[in-house]
């Protein structure tokens, strides 16, 4: 125990005080709001309505294969991943969403945590035929898949909407 001395008096402190003093901890400000929260589930639940299509092409491939990034073979059994190539998924799920109009924020979910499904069925079925239409996949390295990201696809802001009433007489009880 250290002791903090001023003119006659003497105060003790505690290491762990003056650790956090010394090295305070960081604040991240990472907090998504309610609609990139809505957004990354809708993404979520797009992959997971399309996840046999990308099995489909995964079961297809024959055991010799050349990762499409690096062009090196792929050994059996090493980590690999089917990616859309020409066409990011983002970009494959954004121009679907245009095509019928609507933002991330107007599709509803529903199901448990890990297998969301959209409330319209409809939309549903709609959003599988068009991603096997506009998809086209290659089997690469996971590594590499991983470092490439959405070829620097961003999505517009405005495609994934807002929460918040468009009406002016309606007032916002968020305090």
Known sequence: MLSLERGPTRQPVSKAKLIDALYPAKKIATTATPEEKHFNAVKAAMRYAVKHQLQAFRDACGPANICYLTGLKLRPYSKTDVDHIGM???EIADKFLQS????YTDITLKGPPT???FTDTLLWVKWIDFHEEKAKFALV???????????GYSVDSALI???QSEDPDCMSLDF
């Open 88 to 90: 990011p998924f983002s």
């Open 100 to 103: 019928q109009n609507l933002r």
């Open 115 to 117: 297998a969301k499904v």
């Open 141 to 151: 390295c996971s590594s590499a898949n991983r470092s490439k990201g959405s070829d």
């Open 161 to 163: 909407g807002s929460f």
